[in-house]
């Protein structure tokens, strides 16, 4: 299966498939690393390889090559990327055999997918196959040559044996007019193990803004019952995310893979809280084998998500994964209390949305528009006839943006089957909804204008209007979620019989519709200092008009990846009072963690977290 901009293509052969967005990796198998090697059972074979190693020394040298490639600066994706990593384990004259070889085309078409050795789904296969077969034996992976080649052919047979689990089962099974449908969730699965960490210092800013500020108005005892549960506060358990994430973030690899007790126990009031948020968010090499062993019914990498850090003795720990930690950081507490999942759940959603309408207000007043021109709630109709409401607009005469604000979550199966329906009804559920919901609203703004209208605003000033989707949920953005969604407003639009199409366009009177525009947070709060630069609405009807004249009935180009290759990738900026703040934080954090004189000589020393700054 290969994945192109704006298509899905499928193709003869079995090709598993790693991406970053619409970067395409093409991990390869071990016959084509090392051709003398055969595969008759991998999976015997990774156990005869495995079962050899130190459990904990092997896990370690898996969370490094992990730091490397999962890391959200700069993460080695590549197989060129990835050759000083290879240089662990081969000798040059081997490593250039393997690039001969690699870079052989294998399949017509794929010339421009990258090959690749390691990422960051493989390493957490083979974390958890580490778990299953590795022994107490004393032999370190990187002990000598034939252990350094024996540990990566295992990294390689989990290539092999991950090949069809994710796309195999689709082969040969659908014809391209169900293809993309077909192909969503194993692209989402795919995706959310295949790409690295996202950007830490948003996802703090976004997690700690939302469970500490917005989280108590609509849920009052959230914060009581989580400190009942896990011995912290919300603000001490972000403290000490903060402290372990801010050492592989801010500063040199070096300094960031061994969580050292001797570092923060300095303090007693200090150890008693990092104490309690690693056992909250940590296991040891036992508990993880018996939490992948009592496994039922759930996600084979359930632990690794549930739990990111290994805990190597009393005395340190190593985090496993950063891209699992780092979703900590934006939704950890949320899953800390068992019993007040679902209550929090539902609550978070609305959060949510009022976090989404604080940064369209800063986007209002960084773009020069009027806090008085954003909408929030607007409930359409009369009290005793409600027609709808909509959780945000922005209003810049002649143009109407309207926003629909989701904060939902779609549970992830143990296996992905080849009846797709159950997954397209749970993303129709928590998220196609919202692109119906905007086309209702559309319709009656411009079918009732008398009982359908904004407060101050008159519908009839209004000559272009942009529904835009604000999801939670930023694996929705990936290739042929923008042609569902847009697929999902364009049928309800439809439906009411009076609105012309002009291709991708909806047009009545003087009205003109745009396509959907899918947006994440991360989208959003990238916007929120760039649109010092540009009008936003200029930005969507630039958007637009690349979608209206793309030659693919089923064009599928996100907003991140239109930027991105747009002029607009020049003029977008990151937000300075995010950073400032996390940043700020970060210092303090250290300061309060550690003793003045080491928080100082780590800050001075490190020059990343200078260019942070």
């Known amino acids: 299966m290969l994945l192109q901009a704006s298509k899905i293509i499928p193709t003869k052969g079995k090709v598993s ?20 090697e055969g595969t008759y059972n991998p999976l015997d074979m990774l156990k005869f390889r495995l079962q050899r190693f130190n459990c904990e020394q092997t896990l370690q040298l898996c969370a490094q090559l992990n730091y490397y490639i999962s890391r959200y600066e700069k993460p080695l994706m590549s197989l060129h990327e990835q050759i000083p990593l290879l240089k662990w384990f081969l000798p040059e004259n081997k490593i250039e055999r393997i690039l001969r070889k690699a870079f052989v085309p294998r399949i017509k078409n794929v010339y421009k997918a990258e090959p690749t050795i390691f990422t960051r789904h493989q390493l957490l296969e083979l974390m958890r196959y580490t778990f299953q077969f590795c022994s107490d034996s004393t032999l370190n992976p990187l002990q000598n040559n034939r252990s350094k080649k024996a540990f990566l052919a295992s990294a390689l047979l989990v290539n092999d044996i991950s090949m069809d689990s994710t796309y195999g089962h689709l082969e040969n099974k659908f014809d391209s007019s169900e293809m993309q449908k077909a192909m969503l969730e194993p692209i989402r699965q795919s995706a959310k193990l295949a790409t690295h960490a996202s950007d830490f210092i948003l996802q703090f800013f976004r997690g700690e803004s939302l469970f500490l500020e917005y989280m108590p108005d609509v849920l009052p ?72 062993e009592n496994q039922v ?40 209390v068992p019993g007040r999942i679902k209550r929090s759940m539902d609550a978070f959603g609305f959060a949510f949305e009022r976090y989404v309408q604080d940064i369209l207000c800063q986007i209002c007043i960084n773009s020069g528009i009027s806090p008085d021109n954003l909408k929030k709630n607007q409930i359409l109709g009369i009290p005793s006839r409600q027609l709808g409401e909509i959780d945000a607009a922005i209003l810049n005469s002649p143009s109407l943006i309207l926003f629909e604000i989701k ?88 439906s009411f019989g009076d609105f012309q199409k002009e291709n991708k366009i909806f047009t009545k009177d003087q009205f003109r519709i745009a396509p959907l525009t899918v947006m994440t947070g991360d989208i959003l709060e990238w916007l929120e200092e760039s649109v010092t630069n540009f009008q936003l609405t200029q930005l969507l009807e630039d958007y637009t008009n690349h979608r209206n004249q793309s030659p693919y009935e089923t064009e599928d180009t996100s907003l ?26 970060f210092k303090e954090t250290l300061s309060n963690f ?11 020393a490190d020059k990343e977290t200078e260019e942070y700054s």
């Open 17 to 36: 498939v790693e991406m970053s967005y619409r970067s395409i990796y093409i991990p390869l198998s071990l016959s084509e690393a090392f051709p003398s």
């Open 221 to 292: 005892d959230f914060g009581e019952v989580f400190r009942e549960y896990t011995g912290l506060t919300v603000k001490e358990y972000y403290g000490c995310l903060l402290f372990i994430a801010g050492h592989y973030t801010f500063l040199a690899p070096a300094q960031n893979q061994i969580i050292s007790k001797q570092l923060y126990c300095q303090n007693e009031d200090i150890c008693r809280l990092m104490t309690l948020y690693l056992k909250l968010e940590s296991y040891s090499i036992t508990e993880f084998k018996k939490a992948f």
């Open 297 to 336: 019914d759930s996600h084979p990498l359930k632990p690794l998500r549930e739990k990111p850090i290994l805990r190597l003795n009393e005395e340190s720990a190593i985090v496993l994964d950063p891209a699992f930690h780092t979703d900590k950081a934006g939704i950890g507490p949320l899953f800390a």
């Open 407 to 494: 904060g939902k979550w779609i549970k992830d199966k143990p296996r992905i089957e080849l009846e797709y329906d159950t997954y397209l009804d749970d993303l129709r559920d928590k998220y196609g909804e919202g692109a119906r919901q905007l086309a209702h609203n559309i319709n009656h703004l411009i079918n009732n204008p008398l009982q359908a209208q904004f407060e101050g605003h008159e519908i009839t000033e209004t000559y272009r209007i942009f529904p835009a989707l604000v999801v939670h949920d930023s694996s929705l953005v990936l290739p042929g979620y923008t042609q569902y969604f847009e697929s999902e407003f364009v049928d309800e639009m439809g």
């Open 560 to 585: 991140v990846e239109y930027i991105k290759q747009s002029r607009y990738k020049a003029l977008m900026r990151d937000s300075e009072r995010i950073r400032h703040k996390v940043l700020t934080q």
């Open 594 to 604: 550690l003793p003045d004189e080491l928080a100082n000589q780590i800050l001075t």
